[in-house]
């Protein structure tokens, strides 16, 4: 699936929204480079943003509903194919 059927990705929706800081995407997505790296769990941005006490459970889910109905548009589009 390419990024124009997947639509836009949490983080980037979430500083459009203005829930995050470009600083703060930035911050989040190093952390999650740094735990991959260290073999950690993986982190989802939305995991770690609310960690840090920068996003509300229910600003998450506004994003991941956006994703959602995105994905979804873009699967109607398509014929249903994945």
């Known amino acids: 699936m390419t ?3 997947y639509g836009a990705r949490f983080g980037k929706l979430a500083v459009m929204k203005g829930f ?3 600083e703060q995407l930035q911050q989040a997505l190093r952390e999650q480079v740094d735990d991959n790296l260290a073999e950690r769990p993986h982190r989802v941005i939305g995991a770690i943003c609310f960690a840090h006490g920068w996003m509300t459970p229910a600003q998450i889910e506004e994003i991941l509903d956006i994703m959602s109905k995105a994905r979804q548009d873009a699967s109607e589009k398509s014929g249903g194919e994945s």
Do not use: F
């Open 3 to 5: 990024q124009e059927q």
């Open 20 to 22: 995050l800081s470009v």
